[in-house]
């Protein structure tokens, strides 16, 4: 959606690394490498934030790009900056198929001679200093904009919930994980919701309404909306992530089962008779293709994708629902139904 | 110094913690618990930028402290983030003799049954979080300072070039400490600016009297008097880092010696012929309180500490110099001079 809307979101940070990496250039080599690995770190995802932004901001009939544009940045370079440091926690080096920071810069130190543990150490101060870049700009594109105080109070309101709520996510992500206690639906719902819904959904879009000045009510819709549709965008995520084809999601469908991912999924089994089959292939480090396969066999007896896809569709549908007021312009409720479609029907 | 003037920031900042902790306890002990690291982690220092913020604040006639705490508040949370951050990176579990945010989260973990590998990833999950919260919060005070576009612009750049030269400076830091190649002390130094220098004595100083309205002349001597100050504080840290007493420091004498810091006494040593002597010690994790002994005796031999201590009363005397510019108010002189002094003759 909006691809040629966010076409001046590409041009803006197109702009910032070109500045940054000039900039960087004083610094030497090795910090101009950083700054590439974060402009690639920031490309090749969907854009849906900033397409959230835009939406809701011409939605309620705002015409000034010039400040819409900065706000749709701010929330890509947020989750460019959460991708990042989600991957330092998770030891990942790679993302979307390619090297992500640690990746490039593991390979860039093997290169330089280091040694695999130095390599890594070097990798990791990357990463992470990678992510604290992306994360100050993502304060900075807002801090910066021409607007009063109040709504600059109010963005940045939004801006600072979707951090505080998004540690706290990430936060119950990592414990759950670590601690292999099987989790009910609800716990998994609502670190969804903590992890990805707000920051990725809620925020973007109630920011967008509220720079081109949206009734509350709306403000308040979109809210429920974006929590809701998050939820459901995420709980088809971890469907493919297990059920999914690699070839069209261009991920593995190994990985999950062998973080041992706390999904919807997996609270669904762990209540069902075949969990006993299940449990001991979770988080198994070398899980093979012949025991995952195993694994989505007594998913599928137990019927945890059909519970999980259900879910995820009476998540979305609750989303549509909660856009049925009448201070929803009709474009962007649109807009946003077909997101919600979209969000459950997808394969990738 | 300042000790009075930066109450207001502890007030501050006491208040934000007690904020940000009934916030988290929507979500759980966990999070609570971080936020109760986090706050721990930004108390024990000295509060040296905050104290520089003012000073200059004070210095060029500043009289709104509801403008100046916040700045303060902000560098100091800065500062909070670099060191929680650093600490992930050097995988640090204790700082200033205390248990730090993974050393702590390590022990909860443990007390949770967690397995050790588990209870590290965890904690630096943690770790990362608290550092990205404090980064957040740091540039969040700056941008709710209620001034004009102009003033907020230029307050912002000087975060946002604190923020930019440390992050280059981290990166230099840790691959010359992986690299082990010996340096210069030109490159020793460059590295401790911009590492360390910039955000805590340029920044601090320049945002203080930029927010004062002091004139582009004064402005640019802090810039320079900070730049240099800083180097001539981080020579200081370096020496008492192998030379000082660890019970008026609290710090040990071994821990630079192990990781293979690359301070301005290394860099002299490495020229001269006792360096075979010296070389086969630094980056030795094990190194013993014996092997120190004998490490600091040859670094006594080729005269490594006067080098060092040399180096930085010689910064120290030019950042003085600095100051001597028919704009720099009296009372700032008097106090910037004697904190000159102070960097370097402290024992601690």
């Known amino acids: 959606m909006h691809e040629i809307k966010t076409l001046g979101v590409e041009t803006e940070l197109h702009r910032f690394f070109a500045a940054a990496r000039l900039r960087a250039s004083d610094y030497g080599d090795h910090y101009v490498a950083l700054w590439d690995a974060l402009d690639q770190a920031s490309r090749g995802g969907k854009r849906v934030r900033p397409a959230l932004v835009l939406a809701a901001y011409d939605g309620f009939g705002g015409t000034d790009h010039a400040l819409s544009t900065p706000v749709a940045v701010s929330f ?96 119950a992500d990592v414990t759950n994980t670590v601690s292999r206690v099987p989790l009910t639906i609800d716990q998994v719902i609502t670190t969804l919701e903590h992890k990805t819904a707000i920051y990725s959904f809620e925020a973007p879009l109630q920011a967008g309404a509220v720079l081109a000045g949206a009734p509350e009510e709306a403000i308040d819709a979109l809210g429920l909306f974006g929590r809701l549709i998050g939820i459901a965008f995420q709980l088809t995520d971890d469907l493919l992530g297990v059920f999914g084809d690699p070839e069209t999601t261009g991920k593995s469908v190994l990985a999950d089962l062998r973080e041992g991912k706390q999904t919807a999924l997996i609270a669904h089994a762990s209540a069902t008779d075949r969990w006993p089959l299940i449990a001991p292939f979770l988080g198994k480090h070398d899980l093979t293709e012949a025991e995952a396969d195993q694994v989505r066999n007594h998913l599928r007896d137990c019927g945890a994708p059909e519970t999980a896809d259900a879910l995820a569709r009476e998540y979305a549908s609750r989303a549509v629902d909660a856009l049925e007021t009448p201070v929803m312009p009709d474009v962007l409720r649109v807009t946003l139904t077909q997101l919600a479609l979209s969000a459950v029907t997808r394969r990738k």
């Open 76 to 171: 890509e370079l947020l989750h460019t900056a959460f991708l990042i440091h989600d991957d330092v926690i998770d030891g990942d080096l790679s993302r979307r198929g390619m090297a992500n920071i640690s990746g490039r810069f593991t390979a860039r130190a093997l290169e330089y001679g280091a040694r695999t543990l130095q390599a890594e150490a070097w990798a990791s101060t990357a990463a992470i200093l990678a992510g604290d870049l992306a994360l100050s700009e993502a304060h900075r594109a807002l801090a910066l904009l021409p607007v009063d105080t109040e709504m600059r109070g109010r963005l940045l309101g939004l801006l600072d919930r979707a951090v505080f709520v998004s540690a706290a996510g990430e936060l």
